[in-house]
């Protein structure tokens, strides 16, 4: 019995998206220099918190260290208080429905959780804790150190890893940037003495904002915020990153990796920031190259010949740089095809304009993907608090949606000519060095690199 026959005519056409409407925010400094951002949200009985510390490296001859002790120190800060041990911590968080996680990149030091709406006074006090009296005892610290090495060494023995730390080193040079992940013999060498000398030079409430959204009442959560981060107080100002420097695209990269069945290629290059007015351009030609399934990239290397599962391509924003990245792991066997088929869709995008179809689907789905990502509690707390951060507002989300919805076919070939054009970007594949090398020669000139990972010991293999 044959399969029935989908009627397309029976799926109704897609609408109009739906404009933006800019959420209802109230942002307040408090005496201690914290800038406060409450987003009232009811219906739903719980409550988003973002904490943002910035933590920029303050040199980069200190980068690498920097990145050690920020590591350790975003598992540790949650071991103990003055008051309270690791698990009454967890205990007085899960109470009211919360648990607290932080986390770390290159820019800032992140406090997230989610709560009863009744548990705001509670958790903030613990948070108050964990700010202004963290003990990094030592046993503890010890146990966190061994563990965050741990995940270092495996995390780095990984191919798609190292493709994107070598890649990283080669556009970023000496800036911070460029440490995606620390040395796990530098996070060996942390004391406990050094954690808290961190803590208490850079977690600061001059130039953090906490973001509350709920189910909220903004007059009584300022009051509660107030009162309970009132000791929250302390000397120095917040580091930002220096600018990333401008460096001109090297030969491509070949990470050599003995043995490997597949080999990762990375390209990157810079991107306009939040508030460069083609970011909204190139995040939609980076969409009809390679940004969703239906994309250039995906048709050719996935679909048409079958080099690769998933390629794509993205815009990413730091705060001192936003990059334009395209990834796509293939078998080892076709890696100079490949690579030659990217370079081409990347020319392609630069020298002939995109159609009117393909801008329209593109468009849809960035809208409805910023749509979708702001439609939870946690996924619109979350993305205020990179906007603020960033020294932004909420009005960014709509002011955004709407020039996506101007951009024109012209201004995508612009924005493709300028960020998306081969020669702009620098490139790295890590695989099989003997097996790929003289693919990838007829393409130009390349540089065979060894990987730099340490070994992972037998007992985690």
């Keep these: 019995m044959s399969a029935p026959v989908l009627d397309l005519s029976l799926v109704p056409p897609l609408g109009e998206p739906r404009p933006a409407v800019a959420p209802e925010v109230h942002q307040t400094t408090l005496p201690n220099g914290l ?14 918190l973002r904490l943002r510390v910035p933590f920029a490296a303050s040199a980069p001859r200190s980068a690498a260290t920097h990145a050690a002790r920020t590591a350790l120190l975003a598992s540790a800060v949650l071991l103990g208080t003055a008051r309270h041990d690791q698990l009454e911590i967890a205990q007085l968080l899960q109470t009211h429905g919360g648990e607290l996680s932080v986390s770390a990149d290159a820019d800032r030091l992140l406090f997230s959780t989610t709560m009863l709406p009744d548990g705001l006074g509670a958790v903030l006090d613990v948070l108050a804790e964990l700010l202004t009296a963290p003990t990094y005892p030592a046993g503890p610290v010890d146990a966190e150190r061994a563990r965050v090495g741990e995940r270092i060494l495996i995390a780095r023995s990984q191919p798609g890893v190292i493709a994107r730390s070598a890649l990283a080193a080669r556009r970023f040079g000496a800036h911070p940037y460029a440490q995606q992940l620390p040395a796990a013999e530098l996070v060996a060498a942390v004391t406990p003495a050094a954690l808290r ?48 420097p401008t460096l001109a695209p090297a030969p491509l990269e070949l990470v050599h990796r003995a043995g490997a069945v597949q080999s990762n290629v990375r390209l990157g290059g810079p991107a306009p920031g939040r508030t460069d007015p083609q970011l909204p351009a190139l995040r939609l030609a980076s969409m009809v190259f390679g940004g969703y399934f239906s994309s250039r990239l995906v048709e050719n290397i996935r679909e048409r010949r079958g080099y690769t599962y998933s390629p794509r391509s993205s815009v990413e924003h730091l705060m001192a740089g936003s990059s334009f990245t395209v990834e796509a792991d293939v078998a080892t066997g076709v890696t100079g095809p490949a690579l030659l088929e990217t370079v081409y869709e990347l020319g392609r995008m630069a020298l002939t304009p995109v159609t009117e179809a393909e801008l329209d689907s593109a468009r849809r789905y960035l809208l409805g993907t910023l749509a979708l990502g702001t439609a939870t509690h946690a996924g619109l707390a979350s993305t205020l608090s990179a906007l603020f951060g960033a020294g932004l507002s909420a009005d960014w989300l709509a002011e955004h949606q709407q020039a996506l919805a101007a951009v024109t076919v012209e201004e995508v070939t612009e924005a493709s000519r300028r960020w998306l054009s081969p020669a702009g970007l620098t ?31 037998e007992s985690l293999a």
């Design 35 to 48: 800038r406060l951002v409450v987003v009232p949200r009811p219906g739903v009985p719980l409550v988003e």
């Design 197 to 244: 000398k961190l803590h208490r030079e850079r977690v600061l409430p001059a130039g953090s904002t906490l973001v509350l959204v709920g189910d909220v009442d903004p007059a009584a959560a300022v009051d509660a915020v107030g009162t309970a981060l009132a000791g929250w107080v302390a000397e120095g100002k917040a580091v930002a990153a220096a600018p990333v």
């Design 427 to 457: 490139a790295v594949v890590v695989g099989d060095a003997e097996e790929v090398a003289d693919q990838l020669r007829v393409l130009g000139p390349i540089e065979v690199t060894a990987p730099s990972v340490e070994p992972v010991p």
